[in-house]
């Protein structure tokens, strides 16, 4: 049963144990120094200055929350069965549903902040480069970053209850390299009959096409489709990929909820 | 249809782990204000029989309710019960102030009593010098005076102690002793888990003895604990045990 008031107790205190420890004032650290270096780059190159910054701080955006985010999901679980805080919490009434619900929450709330922050500040440091940029992109790519940061977190749940934290860990970057690469895949197994040449992957083509279809689709989330930032995507779009992306997530948390039910703290 | 006379109803409870059986037909019935002791050699099932009371261990039974409530139905009972596991909980970022504001909330308590309650506790049990301080920095017994009080910060019908003597020194122990006699005068129903005979026979009114996840006893105090005795001065396994055919050289 959904418990409204407990789940938003429990995702208060998953946000303050997260910002009470020094991950995320030593993630802030390591943006804010990337964020300097891609200013750097950018005056140095002759060509369109504000691209290049944004290529830079967006990347780098881009890979400390999703490894942030991967390294928070897949701890939470291990750690709170180690120091028996679980039984705490459970043996207080609160359902395993409302608990894993509102831990989910609790790290995709913190990053999906941290994202918000880090390209704010990275806004600020735009305005000292020469040249404009529309930032309807910019904001669409943050956007869609926020929606895998929604799958992302579910998923290290899933791993971690299924398996060690550690583990659990490395399967998600595995994972979310692979679910990038799917394009990639794609050229792999692509029959290149165009320009004469004709290879033999065509036969595995239903594989990427499935692999396309069954796995959540961070490709279709990816910054670097935009990066162009020329053509604005269609806010319908976007809607459509959080519909997609929430869809992904609740999967993954029935998954997660499936074995948690079944396991004995 | 649950009884509701009674605090806690359990029949016929098991738990198996693979295919060792750890609980076998446990069934037990707890009146209200009784204080009851549950024994048991290490491994005899103790405190997975807790935990499969709180719902922590997935388990078969016929019956299990708490205050005439269904456990299958609706486990919003736990919300009246006061649970210390063996080695306490706790979050070593949070205060000991903060875990009882959270914990109250948890448990359902009105917002409105929260900080009298939780003042009052954390004077009573000692810690409202270092209450703001947080608890990675507790020492064991202070972090067993914050667990004692989260257990008590919601004012429970029911209180589960397991094994709450366990690592404490003698004086600790006393003020627990003192604590769970004063729950006791208040009228609380008691279910304490524990190997110390000395505590059980000052504290208990009733006992129940687990043998290898069966139930083998349940009585009064006085009596069981003479059975107890008895069967241990005439204990074959003892005399069977490796450990005691060791000469000590490696």
Redesign the interface.
């Known amino acids: 049963?959904v418990n409204i008031?407990?789940i938003v107790?429990?995702t208060r205190?998953r946000m303050?144990?997260i910002l009470?420890?020094r991950l995320g004032l030593m993630s802030l650290g390591v943006v804010l120094f990337f964020l300097i270096v891609s200013y750097i780059l950018s005056t140095l190159t002759f060509v369109n200055v504000q691209k290049m910054f944004w290529d830079f701080a967006l990347g780098c955006i881009f890979i400390v929350i999703v490894f942030l985010t991967s390294y928070m999901s897949t701890q939470v679980f291990s750690e709170e069965s180690s120091?028996?805080?679980?039984?705490?919490?459970?043996?207080?009434?609160?359902?395993r549903a409302n608990w894993l619900l509102s831990n989910i929450l609790g790290v995709f709330i913190i990053s999906a902040l941290m994202v918000i922050f880090w390209t704010l500040i990275a806004w600020c440091f735009h305005y000292a480069l020469p040249g404009s940029q529309s930032g309807v992109m910019i904001i669409q790519a943050q956007i869609l970053l926020i929606f895998e940061l929604l799958i992302l977190s579910s998923l290290g749940f899933l791993l971690s209850i299924y398996t060690r934290s550690i583990v659990a860990f490395a399967s998600l970057m595995v994972v979310v390299v692979f679910l990038h690469s799917l394009d990639g895949l794609e050229m792999v197994f692509r029959d290149h009959n165009v320009g004469g040449v004709v290879e033999s992957h065509g036969q595995y083509n239903f594989l990427v096409f499935w692999i396309a279809r069954l796995f959540p689709p961070l490709a279709w989330l990816d910054v670097k489709s935009f990066v162009g930032y020329e053509t604005q995507i269609k806010w319908l779009s976007v809607l459509g990929l959080f519909a997609v992306s929430l869809g992904w997530a609740m999967v993954i948390f029935w998954a997660s909820l499936f074995k948690f039910k079944?396991?004995?703290? | 249809m649950a009884n509701i006379d009674n605090c806690l109803n359990v029949k016929r409870l098991s738990k198996n782990y693979g295919a060792k059986k750890v609980l076998n037909d446990v069934s037990i019935t707890l009146n209200y204000g009784e204080t009851v002791a549950l024994i048991g050699a290490n491994g005899a099932g103790k405190s997975t029989f807790i935990k499969a009371l709180l719902g922590l261990v997935n388990s078969t039974y016929e019956e299990l309710s708490f205050f005439g409530q269904e456990h299958r139905l609706n486990q919003n009972y736990l919300k009246k019960v006061g649970y210390l596991p063996e080695v306490s909980g706790f979050w070593s970022e949070l205060s000991a102030q903060a875990l009882l504001s959270y914990m109250s909330r948890l448990k359902g308590v009105e917002s409105i009593v929260v900080p009298k309650r939780t003042k009052t506790l954390l004077q009573a049990f000692g810690l409202w010098k270092r209450s703001q301080g947080i608890m990675g920095s507790y020492s064991k017994g202070m972090l067993q005076r914050s667990g004692l009080a989260q257990t008590l910060i919601n004012d429970p019908d029911f209180i589960i102690l397991d094994e709450p003597m366990s690592g404490l020194d003698p004086r600790a122990q006393e003020n627990l002793r003192h604590v769970v006699s004063q729950l006791k005068k208040r009228g609380k129903t008691i279910l304490i888990s524990s190997h110390s005979l000395g505590d059980v026979q000052q504290l208990c009114d009733r006992v129940l003895v687990l043998e290898n996840g069966s139930l083998i006893l349940d009585g009064k105090t006085k009596d069981v604990l003479v059975q107890v005795q008895q069967k241990y001065q005439n204990n074959e396994p003892w005399d069977e045990d490796p450990i005691v055919t060791w000469n000590g050289q490696l």
């Open positions: 049963m008031s407990d107790l429990l205190l303050q144990l009470k420890q120091n028996k805080t679980l039984h705490l919490v459970l043996s207080s009434g609160c359902s079944k396991m004995d703290l």
